[in-house]
């Protein structure tokens, strides 16, 4: 038991995980990164758009996996990250949202994890070349329900999340040229509990910074019942560099989430990459009611609320992606140009 580490879950439930086998560095005490940097340059960063709806109109078929791509047709994802890099995303995501074993495992794909990882982070990196854009590394749920309401223990789902973090990071505690991203990305957790496991997974592995957003789409709520409250102390206590909101329901339940997470939070850096609306069939076609100028419309109110990262989830294209910089975008800024 003393090789244990307690999380406290505003709930009041303690989430052990192992303690690090590294030294726990202090970010202050760090050189500033590329991210921060960035973020210190300008008021608002963009962010991509959707990936799995782009690479399902570039032919990867229903039920298939997505990261499988990144190692037998690189050229797809290549070329979805440099359409959101051209409309002028300052961060793009990896292709590694579902990159972890039990995930891959659907794929038979197990075995390849750190492969998977690593050349998404090398497609990514290829992509940015030219640009002054910086490469997150996407790290999605297991997929299974930790205990006891499922079969993932707090230690399993640490050591999962690190096999991945190794992949996206080159094994290295700090960027390592094309074999690191900038900065990790934790995305659309329900399980508070599992988010806090892969925060202190790449705090363990890594001197990067770490975004989580959760998803809110159950009466503003995630499907677990935790709170945008609760989310936004807890994942920042955790030691989180920003926090908030991804895919969710309708605009307006994800900027009544963003502005509840701002009241408790008024100095956190907040995420705000909703879906293009909510998803409505039109004949056999399910497509989303946000348009480029709505998703234009709301991005400014975000930004208003003091959101500084900004992006697109579920149904958001280049096309989204580029009205949404128009609309950040101010005179002397680098983006207007």
């Known amino acids: 038991m003393g090789n244990k580490a307690g999380h406290r879950t505003r709930k009041g439930r303690v989430v052990s995980v192992p303690k690090p086998t590294i030294e726990n560095r202090r970010r202050l005490a760090s050189p500033p990164s590329a991210y921060s940097r960035l973020l210190n340059q300008h008021q ?16 990867l078929g229903p039920g298939d996996s997505p990261e499988q791509l990144n190692l037998v ?6 070329a979805v990250h440099t359409e959101y890099l051209n409309v002028g995303s300052d961060i793009i995501l990896t292709n590694t949202f579902g990159g972890n074993r039990h995930r891959l495992a659907l794929h038979n794909l197990e075995d390849k994890v750190h492969e998977v990882n690593s050349a998404a982070v090398r497609i990514a990196k290829q992509a940015v070349l030219g640009f002054e854009s910086l490469v997150a590394g996407s790290i999605g749920p297991l997929g299974e329900l930790l205990v006891p309401l499922g079969p ?21 505690p700090g960027p390592n040229a094309n074999q690191s991203v900038d900065l990790l990305w934790i995305e659309t957790m329900s399980s508070l ?5 892969a925060i202190e997974a790449c705090r363990q592995l890594s001197e990067l910074p770490v975004a989580v957003t959760m998803t809110f789409d159950t009466h503003r709520h995630t499907m677990m019942g935790v709170s945008p409250a609760n989310a936004t102390n807890a994942l920042l206590d ?9 895919c969710g329901n309708s605009l307006d339940d994800n900027e009544a989430t963003i502005t509840e997470m701002r009241r408790v939070a008024p100095d956190a850096t907040l995420i705000a990459k909703p879906n293009a609306g909510v998803p409505e069939w039109r004949g056999a076609e399910l497509a989303y009611s946000g348009t480029p100028t709505l998703m234009a419309d709301f991005t400014r109110r975000l930004r208003d609320l003091g959101v500084q990262l900004i992006g697109g989830c579920c149904g958001t294209t280049p096309d989204h992606l580029s009205a949404m910089r128009s609309a950040l975008s101010k005179p002397g800024d680098r983006s207007s140009a």
């Not at 955790?238 to 991804?246: D, F, Q, T, W």
Request: proline share 2%; glycine share 14%; charged share 10%.
């Open 193 to 197: 509990d599992e988010a806090v496991i």
């Open 73 to 78: 047709n690189p050229d797809i994802v290549q």
């Open 152 to 172: 993932i223990s707090a230690a399993a789902a640490l050591d999962a999340f690190q096999e991945q973090i190794n992949g996206l990071t080159g094994g290295t």
């Open 44 to 59: 608002s960063l963009l962010l991509d758009g959707a990936m799995g709806t782009q690479l399902f109109l570039r032919g």
């Open 238 to 246: 955790a030691g989180a560099s920003a926090v908030g909101l991804n």
